[in-house]
Structures are given as structure tokens and as C-alpha cells.
């Protein structure tokens, strides 16, 4: 208490205390203006979930030669696959992703086995 | 005494909160770089592999070289067609800005849809089979037929002679298209076998091809070669079991595989090739011999030895082809092609097709010709997408991939 007494606080002015809280608050708001527009500009989970669904559907075209053009639709994101020939024996493959913000095509080329028939 | 200042602690407060806030944007900065340097990478990835597949798919029959794009201006890939061995090596190399993607595989053609396992030639003499004798396919020998034959007290077990269908061959074999011992890269640097004893080298296919020369040395051991690597030597080779191949073409005269060899290996020879027992020529190896001779011509591989791939034993004269033999012992197999313009002794099993002069049956009292005792020729058996020896031209090929190196 003794401390307390010796030491004296001199106090602010109103306007002055007006100021520095308008300061601050100016302040905060960008910083929470800016950190929340680089969380929006930011990919969104879903682009990377869509991201590995394509390298799924691409993994399953060659392997069952799925050459079929198909909208696969998710909650948070749809996925078109657009299928045309490139050459003989090779297919171009697009899939197209678009989520709420994002929307990008990937491009293939799959090779075409030949089937043989079994009597 | 204490001066109370709200507008200077204000500033220092706002101070504080830019510098979290600056720190938090290069932060995030350098974080979206490194996705989109990621995602870029990705697309190099995807734009090399469709590349790539556009070279197999239109250009991998023929030497070249090139460019070539796919749907993305900026990524460009060039390409280079080459022979290693029998078959076609084809270098993809796509650039972006400072990302350089290089891709080496060798590729050969698709097998056809026949199913042709064997072919003999037609010299007015039926094929006899005897004992466990299995032949899977189709088959195209002499009009004489196939007739079962009683050797060493030892009738046909099988029920069907033929588990194909029987067509009439010519009097010659089909003919084989020009084939090279291809060596992919024209450059060469030479270096002696006795510096790499103890040692491992492997050679990238993008730079100049080694030829490892093993002249005066007869065993090889002690020594690991993987890829743009030619083992060459004028003389007669044993390698030995603690020696590591791994896709290298071996040149030399005469070349023996000691007791469980592993590797992969194409054999290009002259005067015989042994694989002794246990031995394993891994898929994609081959034995190749064009060579008229007065003295005998070779391929044995003698029982548990197993090679995956295909034989060649081709000449020009009839008169050396009386001297030319492929003997595939009893426990041993090949996967892939026999081709041998000469005799085939066959005991083992081969899985694939078998085209020969003649076979061949030599026992403890007798030779017998045009019999097969104990053998097996499945071609059924052969996966439909068995990358074969690239025997014959032919110029509607599909090619595939065999392997990425």
C-alpha cells in the first residue's frame, strides 16, 4: 500500500482515452478483416477432397475402362467427367470439379485395352 | 511518478497487432506459393504421363526423336525413341520453368490376339508326342499331322494330342524382322571390369552408355551393373551368382549363367548360352543368336532355370541350322517366345510360343527327331498382356509398357 502511494498515476484525458480505443479498434478490425479474407482466398477442404476423388474416378477409368460420360455429385463439391477420343486407342478424359468457390478441369489421356471376346 | 499516456500505448498496441498481422500474411504467403508450386507439380506430373503415352501410343514402333504437347501450351515434352536390345526405349523429358520431369520405360508391342503355340516347319515328317507331353493352343505343323508316340516303355497320357486347333505350316519358318542388338545410346564410354570389382555402378539411360570391357576374364563375380550398361567381352563368359544385372545387355561369344543367377539380362552371343541350375533370367531378358557355324550353336538351360522373355536362335544357312539347339531341360521353363531355326530339344515347360525347325529328343539308347517326350507348350497359360519379343514385322502394333527404368 505504501508502494502504491508513492507511486502516482497520472490520469488520461478523456479525449485522449476516446482516441487510443478508437485506435485499437480500428486496428483489431483490420487485422480481422485481412486474417479472414486470407482464410476466404484460402483452398477450401472440399478442392482437396474433390483433388482426390478425381485420382480415384481417373484410377478406376484405367482399370475398368469406364469410358462413360458421368456427373458424380457430393455434398460439398460435384464432379463431371467428359470422355472423347484423342487418337486410336487413346481416350482424353476430363474431369471437371467445382466446389462453392473453385471450379478447375484436369485433363487425361487413358489408353484403351482391347477386350478380348470369350466364346 | 508514472506519466499515464492511452494514446502511446495505443500505438504500441496497434504495433503489435501489425506485426501479428504482417507475420500472418507472409505466413499465408509463402503457404499459397507452396500449393500452387505443388499443384503445378501435379500438372507436370499428369501432362509428362499423357505425353508419355502419346509417344508409346503413335511414335513407339519407330526411331525418333521430337516434340510433343498435350491440351497445355506450357508443358512441352521431348521425346526419343531408341532400341535397347529387342526392344524400344523411349526418354520423355517435359520442362517447366525450373521443374524438369524425365521418364525412361522400355516398350514393346501388344501381344495379338492369336493364339498360335506352336509352330513347326513342314518337313514331311509328323510330330510324334510321347509321355506327359502337353501342347495348349493353336498349332501349325507338316501335313503329316501329329501322331502319339511309345518311348521307353512310355505311351501319351494326354487325352487330346492337340488342345487347339491343327493347321499346316510351310516348308521355313516365318521370317523374323531385321533385328539389331540395339544399344539405345550412340555415345559410348569405356570402362574395364577389373575397376568395378567389388563395386556397384548403375547408369541413368540419359547419359552415354558404358561398356563394361571384360576381356581375359572369364568369371565374373563381385559386381553390380543396372542400367545404360553393355557387359561386352570377345571371350567366353561365366557369370556367377554374386554378380547383380539388372536390365544390361551382355555381348560375348559364349556366356554361362553359374548356379541361381538373378537378373535381368539380355544375352546377345554367338556361339552358345548356358543358364545352369536354379537360374532365373527375370521378365523383360532375352537370348539372342544369329549365327551360321560348322560347330554346334547352343541355348541350354538346364533343370530349375526359368527365363522370361524370349529365345532367338536364327542364322542364314540351312546347312548350320542342322547345328543350331535350343534344350530346355526337364524342370526348366521360359515364359515368352522360342524361336529357333535349328532343333529344340524340349523336356521343360514353355509358356508362350515355340517356333522351330525341328525338335529334337536325344535319350540314353536313341535319338529320336520331331519327338516330344515330357514337354509342355501352353499357350493359354500366357497372360494377355505379355509384352513378347518383337519377332515379326508387323504393322498394325499396339505398343505397350514393359517397364520404367
Known amino acids: 500500500m505504501s508502494l502504491l502511494r508513492n507511486c502516482k498515476l497520472q490520469a488520461s484525458s478523456l479525449i485522449e482515452s476516446v482516441m487510443a480505443i478508437a485506435i485499437i479498434s480500428i486496428c483489431i478490425s483490420i487485422a480481422t478483416l485481412v486474417y479472414v479474407k486470407l482464410l476466404q482466398s484460402d483452398y477450401e477442404i472440399a478442392y482437396y477432397k474433390a483433388k482426390q476423388k478425381i485420382a480415384l474416378l481417373h484410377l478406376e477409368t484405367i482399370e475398368d475402362q469406364l469410358f462413360e460420360n458421368e456427373t458424380y455429385g457430393f455434398e460439398s463439391y460435384t464432379i463431371t467427367k467428359l470422355v472423347k477420343e484423342y487418337s486410336p486407342g487413346v481416350n482424353q478424359v476430363d474431369f471437371e470439379l467445382q466446389t462453392k468457390t473453385k471450379k478447375e478441369t484436369q485433363h487425361f489421356l487413358v489408353k484403351v485395352r482391347s477386350i478380348e471376346k470369350t466364346k | ?405
Open chain 2, 1 to 405: 511518478m508514472l506519466k499515464a499516456s492511452s494514446l502511446l500505448y495505443a500505438i504500441f498496441v496497434c504495433l503489435i497487432v501489425s506485426l501479428l498481422c504482417g507475420s500472418l500474411i507472409i505466413i499465408f504467403n509463402y503457404q499459397y506459393r507452396l500449393k500452387q508450386q505443388y499443384f503445378i507439380e501435379e500438372e507436370l506430373v499428369r501432362a509428362s504421363a499423357a505425353n508419355f503415352l502419346q509417344v508409346i501410343n503413335t511414335r513407339g514402333a519407330q526411331e525418333t526423336e521430337g516434340k510433343i504437347q498435350f491440351n497445355d501450351e506450357r508443358f512441352t515434352t521431348s521425346y526419343t525413341v531408341s532400341k535397347w536390345g529387342f526392344y524400344n526405349l523411349v526418354k520423355t523429358k517435359t520442362v517447366f520453368k525450373k521443374d524438369t520431369l524425365y521418364k525412361v520405360a522400355l516398350v514393346g508391342e501388344a501381344s495379338k490376339k492369336e493364339k498360335l503355340a506352336l509352330y513347326l516347319s513342314d518337313l514331311d515328317k509328323p510330330l510324334n508326342i510321347g509321355g506327359s507331353t502337353k501342347i495348349k493352343g493353336d498349332v501349325k505343323i507338316s501335313k503329316y499331322g501329329v501322331k502319339p508316340a511309345y518311348i521307353n516303355n512310355q505311351s501319351y497320357t494326354g487325352t487330346k494330342l492337340v488342345y487347339g486347333t491343327i493347321g499346316v505350316s510351310g516348308k521355313r519358318l516365318p521370317e523374323l524382322q531385321q533385328l539389331d542388338e540395339g544399344t539405345g545410346n550412340q555415345k559410348m564410354i569405356e570402362v574395364l571390369l577389373e575397376e568395378l570389382s567389388g563395386k556397384s555402378l548403375y547408369n541413368s539411360f540419359y547419359k552415354p552408355t558404358i561398356v563394361v570391357n571384360a576381356d581375359g576374364i572369364h568369371d565374373i563375380s563381385n559386381v553390380s551393373l543396372s542400367g545404360n550398361i553393355i557387359l561386352q567381352s570377345k571371350d567366353s563368359v561365366c557369370i556367377k551368382n554374386t554378380t547383380a544385372l539388372n536390365d544390361v545387355l551382355v555381348k560375348a561369344p559364349s556366356v554361362v549363367f553359374d548356379d541361381n543367377f538373378i537378373g535381368v539380362v539380355q544375352v546377345f552371343s554367338k556361339k552358345n548360352v548356358s543358364l545352369k541350375k536354379g537360374v532365373q533370367l527375370q521378365y523383360p531378358s532375352s537370348i539372342y543368336i544369329a549365327h551360321d557355324s560348322e560347330n554346334k550353336i547352343e541355348v541350354l538351360l538346364e533343370d530349375k532355370s526359368k527365363l522370361a522373355g524370349g529365345i532367338v536362335l536364327t542364322g542364314n544357312s540351312y546347312q548350320s541350322s542342322l547345328n543350331r539347339m535350343v534344350t530346355i531341360d526337364k524342370g526348366a521353363s521360359v515364359i515368352g517366345d522360342v524361336y529357333c531355326y535349328g532343333k529344340t530339344q524340349l523336356k521343360g515347360k514353355v509358356v508362350g510360343s515355340v517356333y522351330t525347325d525341328r525338335f529334337y529328343l536325344k535319350t540314353a539308347s536313341s535319338i529320336y527327331e520331331n519327338y516330344i517326350v515330357g514337354g509342355e507348350i501352353n499357350r493359354l497359360a500366357l497372360p494377355s498382356n505379355f509384352i513378347r519379343l518383337p519377332l515379326f514385322l508387323n504393322k498394325n502394333t499396339n505398343y505397350e509398357l514393359i517397364k520404367e527404368l
